[in-house]
């Protein structure tokens, strides 16, 4: 039988959700919240720390997961890409990286837009160089970056423009549009 | 009987049925989709030909009646990008079935070992740990050609490579998984392993893998290839310039940022489901058919999501034959996720490569000669390495008029990681050598390089001198508008120190002409069925893999266009084999191609059966209807014309869903000597890229600033993805030129098997990529379309490593060019030249000899050639050779007894053979005396 860890509760908040659950006491912020909370758009893409899929917004700061000891965030308020639309509504960097190419393979997505939230509620008009520093710990091996700086760019004039993004659910003016009417 | 027909509804009375009368401009209805009325039809991308606004200065195509102004041409979202942005897109690791185990696999800690024993007590006495398999449970081959089926699950006998497989296992959860890893005791023989690839093509003791009667002498040699075409003998003669450099490329990781991972699942039926992030479900589907040794309809392939997979997942591999072994033994699901690590051992990266290139000039500026000579390293398997081969030689047999070819290609296994397909297959290194050597030539016929490549291209609609046929060329145009864009003329060879600009090409396969499994001839490469049901939705069943580059939305565009149909009336299901037709795969740069032509095949009958309901319905004749947005209607009166929804349901009177297949099939092409096949494909891409960099001259750091990346894809279909895969092939070469390699040490260990010490570009080194999209309409593509995901890559390569000679005068054959080696060759050239402060060093200049003129004009006439050519439907025939002065319309080996075409060496070739054209030495088993 393997030595097992000691169990120990784990308070917090994901994504609005308070959550109270037993983990292992050397248990990675990132296993907990792909296995225990299910926030399955966390990804694991290097486990060291190089490649900046595994981001989340610990208290508002991102963090990379895969190097934080879940313990050490007992008690925080932490977002995850599935909490950063509001129910149906994108964030407006979810809806321009969709637009603009942010996203081709889709993998580093959530951590680039997890890393890019918190540089535009902090700052959100950042010019060129700031968005560069903000992403640099994450890794795109399909769009070469340009795309998610548009991306970015375009995010940032709907922010300032306090517009929000449409929800695709909503019902409809003339839902079986074709059938008379005219 | 049809001119009555036709006769009895023209004339001043329009009779049947007419939508609001008299109110002209008509307002559309809508039928569906989000909005009542989605975007208007947009003229500027209906073709002039049909009424449209859309200049068409390559002519018109056969697919632009079908172009409804709707989708095609526009940058459009890709269609699954709202589940990739919420974290609802789910990878490989992101399936989760209840009751799952989880899997991990014991790997080889030595880089070539017997087997001995395994013994795996110990670990199936661990609590938790439910079952375990080794290569004695699946001992069959695979490989993803069936010609080299050198693969196992497991280790059957030997291990070939560290990291190779050996046993997996299956427990409760990982921590058991890795515990019960350590707890497998094998005991090994080891044996000497091979790392240098040249010690390859030697004899050996205990060869990798033994081909039976096929294997070469008793070498390491998995596929060798010997190419001579053209006037060899009058090659070296009429040279007055000549080039010649010996490469050494590193061998490159694709860099997905997905690792792999896997999930098995054995139903209550007896059937399995294979959850896997793939870029060739159906290769994978029959390789676990011969694996486990069950019917191909017993399995449902489940392609995941992929994150990234730029040729790595493109090989049916080991461990998806684990997991399902592993889940096949426990009865419950497995789950099987790699490390970083585990991505390096598994590889099927770009070859490591020793690459000599020879070209020749001949007085006119003409290059009458390219001698290539490339050994590649496959590393302990096969995987695509059999294609790779031939492509390190065809692929750069154009877009140049070439006097002769002679090319010599080996591929050995050594005992390393499997080297396979990676973006630019094959092409890449070999591509880099080419250009390089141009660029070298100009500079000793002093001539602009961009001037001697202008005056040397093939014209459209030519055959190559290997036989590929060649359809649309968009090469001029690429090179000239890079040329315009970059401000070349002001800045090359003019740059102070340390500054500098370079020129590079590529030209690349649109899809592969021959479909690994099957006659090309009988059976289609692509096959797409829709399903339209009475809510007017568009269901597409196609088996093409969307790996990011977006198939799944070129798919939906084409039928959407040819519908008239908004994107969200449309939905892709291309996920499962059990629903999906059989497609080859997201590989060789094929989808959009032949999915977007079976695609349009499919929706054009569905078309059809909605004119003939319109017909029906308003009584209008058949060939004036036209379909625009969500309505079909009269072309000459827009008022006469029904909705959509009004026509489909006519049409589904009686039989209800309409239902198509459409399937596309490559025209036969290609002349007959042996590997004839290798490099023919239905279309050819062609870029011209423009590189600006900055060298430290006392560091020998090198910065890229900016390129000007043109690109012929034919047409661009969603410039938005052409632009996305452009700049991203990019960043890919920029990382294989400056910085990404696969680096082993003295003993053959890899010693960088991570996102950190295998340097990939950041944000910071990436530079200004200016796309630009150069469309040649090309005759067989979807809407003209041709292929944008890997010929892009080709060019950044040779673009940057001119750019460093134009900077800092030096020639780099190796690559990456780290600064370190920029450094030495700075070094070095200082000291040839007595210069102590790098700083001091000159720029290289250029003098233009008289052939520059020649060849501008030579430039302009053939510009003029190829636009005739381009437009003119009764276009003759012809063959390169025409620029020596033979007839174009021949091949040449049938008229000129000076024009060889050759796939074996001579005698007087293997008296000196060059490095990989050595592996001819060797006698194939078979031939041999004493044997059979």
Redesign the interface.
């Known amino acids: 039988m393997l030595p097992h860890p000691d169990e120990v509760q784990w308070n917090g908040t994901v994504n609005g959700e308070e959550a109270s659950i037993f983990i292992e006491s050397n248990a990675i912020l990132l296993d907990v919240l792909r296995d225990k909370i299910g926030s399955l758009g966390t990804k694991r893409g290097c486990d060291m720390g190089t490649c900046g899929c595994c981001s989340v917004l610990v208290n508002g700061e991102p963090k990379l997961s895969c190097l934080t000891l879940a313990i050490d965030t007992n008690g925080a308020d932490i977002t995850t890409v599935e909490g950063l639309a509001d129910g149906h509504h994108l964030h407006p960097i979810q809806q321009t990286f969709a637009e603009f190419g942010g996203s081709q393979c889709g993998f580093c997505t959530p951590g680039f837009l997890v890393v890019i939230s918190a540089l535009l509620s902090n700052n959100p008009q950042p010019d060129e160089r700031e968005i560069k520093d903000a992403i640099e710990g994450n890794l795109c091996r399909c769009t070469g970056f340009q795309q998610i700086v548009d991306s970015v760019k375009a995010a940032s004039e709907i922010l300032v423009s306090g517009n929000v993004v449409g929800d695709s659910t909503s019902p409809k003016s003339d839902p079986h549009p074709g059938f008379g009417g005219n | 009987m049809a001119e009555e027909e036709e006769d009895s509804v023209s004339g001043d009375e329009i009779i049947g049925y007419r939508?609001?009368p008299g109110k002209l401009p008509f307002s559309r209805?809508?039928?569906?989709?989000?909005?009542?009325f989605s975007e208007a039809t947009d003229p500027e991308k209906i073709p002039i030909s049909q009424g449209g606004s859309l200049e068409q200065p390559w002519g018109p195509h056969r697919h632009d009646e079908l172009v409804s102004g709707q989708i095609i041409g526009k940058p459009t979202?890709?269609v699954?990008?709202?589940?990739?942005?919420?974290?609802?897109?789910?990878?490989g690791?992101?399936v989760?079935l209840p009751g799952e185990l989880i899997g991990r696999i014991v790997r080889s800690p030595h880089h070539y070992a017997r087997v001995l024993s395994i013994d795996c007590s110990k670990a199936l006495e661990?609590?938790?740990v439910v079952a375990i398999a080794t290569g004695e449970d699946a001992k069959n081959r695979f490989g993803v050609l069936p010609v080299t089926k050198d693969e196992h699950a497991m280790a059957v006998e030997k291990v070939r490579h560290a990291g190779d497989l050996v046993a997996c296992v299956a427990a409760i959860d990982e921590?058991?998984a890795r515990?019960a890893e350590r707890l497998i005791e094998v005991e090994y023989e080891i044996l000497e392993p091979i790392h240098d690839m040249r010690k390859g093509l030697d004899d050996s003791e205990e060869p990798i893998h033994d081909r039976g009667d096929y294997h070469i002498g008793e070498s390491n040699i998995q596929k060798r290839v010997f190419q001579e075409f053209g006037d060899i003998a009058g090659m070296s003669q009429k040279s007055i310039a000549s080039h010649k450099k010996s490469w050494l490329f590193a061998g490159v990781n694709?860099?997905?940022?997905?690792?792999h991972a896997v999930v098995a699942n054995w139903d209550p039926s007896g059937r399995l489901t294979l959850y896997t992030p793939q870029q060739v479900p159906h290769y994978l589907h029959r390789a676990l058919a011969d694996v486990l040794e069950i019917p191909m309809h017993q399995i449902n392939v489940h392609r995941t999501?992929?994150?990234?997979?730029?040729g790595g997942k493109s090989d049916p591999f080991p461990h998806e034959m684990c997991a399902a072994i592993l889940a096949r033994k426990s009865g419950r699901p497995v789950r099987i996720?790699f490390?970083?690590e585990e991505v390096y051992w598994v590889n099927r990266g770009r070859h490591p490569s020793r690459i000599e290139m020879n070209l020749h000039a001949d007085k006119e500026g003409r290059i009458c000669g390219i001698e290539t000579d490339a050994l590649i390293d496959g590393g302990a398997f096969a995987s695509f390495g059999h294609v790779t081969t031939y492509y390190n030689g065809v692929l750069h047999t154009a877009p140049y008029e070439i006097g002769a070819f002679h090319y010599t290609g080996a591929r050995v296994w050594t005992n390393k990681p499997a080297s396979g397909a990676m973006r630019g297959h094959g092409a890449v290194n070999s591509r880099c050598a080419v250009e390089v050597g141009l660029d070298d030539l100009a500079e000793e016929l002093g001539v602009d390089p961009i001037t001697l490549r202008l005056a040397n291209l093939l014209p459209p609609h030519s055959a190559t001198i290997t036989g590929f046929r060649v359809t649309s060329i968009g090469m001029r145009d690429c090179l000239e508008r890079v040329k315009e864009e970059s401000g070349w003329d002001k800045k090359f060879r003019k740059l102070p120190l340390g500054k500098g600009i370079g020129i590079g090409c590529g030209f690349f396969i649109s899809g592969s002409g021959l479909p690994i499994h099957w006659d090309p001839n009988k059976f289609p490469h692509a096959t797409v069925h829709l399903k339209v049901d009475m809510d007017?939705g568009v269901t597409i069943h196609t088996g093409a893999a969307d790996?990011?580059?977006?198939s799944d939305t070129v798919v939906a565009q084409s039928v959407a266009e040819v519908l008239g149909l908004p994107l969200d009336m449309i939905r892709v299901k291309s996920r499962e084999s059990d629903t999906s037709p059989v497609d080859l795969g997201s590989y060789s740069s094929r989808v959009t191609f032949m999915n977007a032509n079976a695609a349009i095949s499919a929706a054009m009958k569905i078309r059809d059966e909605l004119i003939d309901a319109t017909v029906e319905i308003t009584g209008a004749e058949r060939k004036g209807l036209v379909i625009g947005d969500?309505r079909i209607f009269l072309k000459s009166d827009p008022a006469v014309g029904v909705?959509?929804?009004?026509a489909l349901h006519k049409a589904q009177e009686d039989r209800g869903a309409l239902v198509s297949s459409g399937a596309y099939r490559t025209p036969p092409m290609g002349r007959t000597h042996k590997g004839a096949a290798a490099g023919l494909a239905p279309a050819y891409s062609f870029s011209a890229y423009v590189a600006e960099v900055t060298v430290d001259v006392e560091t020998g750091q090198t910065k890229v600033d900016k390129v000007w990346a043109a690109h012929d894809c034919g047409k661009a279909l969603n410039p938005?993805?052409v632009?996305?895969q452009i700049?991203?092939?990019?960043?890919?070469g920029m990382g294989q030129v400056l910085s990404e390699e696969m680096r082993y040490g003295r003993n053959g260990n890899l010693m960088n098997p991570?996102?950190?010490d295998y340097k990939?570009p950041?944000?910071?080194e990436?530079p200004?990529?200016v796309p630009i999209i150069v469309e040649s309409n090309d005759p067989e593509g979807p809407f003209g379309a041709k292929e944008a995901g890997e010929g892009p890559l080709l060019p950044i390569l040779p673009a940057v490593c001119n750019a460093v000679y134009d900077a800092v005068g030096v020639r780099t054959s190796e690559l990456p060019m780290t600064p370190e080696k920029v450094f030495k060759m700075i070094e070095k050239r200082c000291r040839n030249e007595g210069v102590s402060d790098p700083t001091e060093l000159e720029c290289p200049s250029l003098q233009y000899s008289e052939l520059q003129k020649t060849l501008e004009e030579r430039g302009e006439k053939h510009k003029s050639r190829d636009k005739e050519r381009r437009l003119d439907e009764d276009r003759g025939d012809y063959y390169n050779g025409a620029l020596f002065g033979l007839d174009p319309s021949t091949p040449p080996d049938e008229v000129d007894p000076r024009w060889e075409v050759r796939v074996t060496p001579d005698e007087v070739y293997l008296a000196s053979p060059r490095l990989a054209g050595s592996a001819w030495k060797h006698t194939e088993r078979r031939h041999m005396e004493g044997t059979k």
Not at chain 2, 254 to 259: K, L, Q
Not at chain 2, 643 to 646: A, D, H, I, T, V
């Open positions: 939508q609001q209805p809508g039928s569906g989709g989000k909005n009542r979202a890709l699954d990008s709202s589940w990739k942005v919420t974290g609802r897109a789910h990878y690791d992101d989760r661990l609590p938790g921590a058991t515990e694709h860099g997905f940022t997905e690792p999501f992929v994150g990234g997979g730029f996720t490390d970083r007017g790996i990011g580059q977006g969500r909705s959509y929804l009004e938005l993805a632009k996305g700049i991203g092939s990019c960043h890919m991570d996102l950190l990939i950041s944000v910071h990436m200004e990529v």
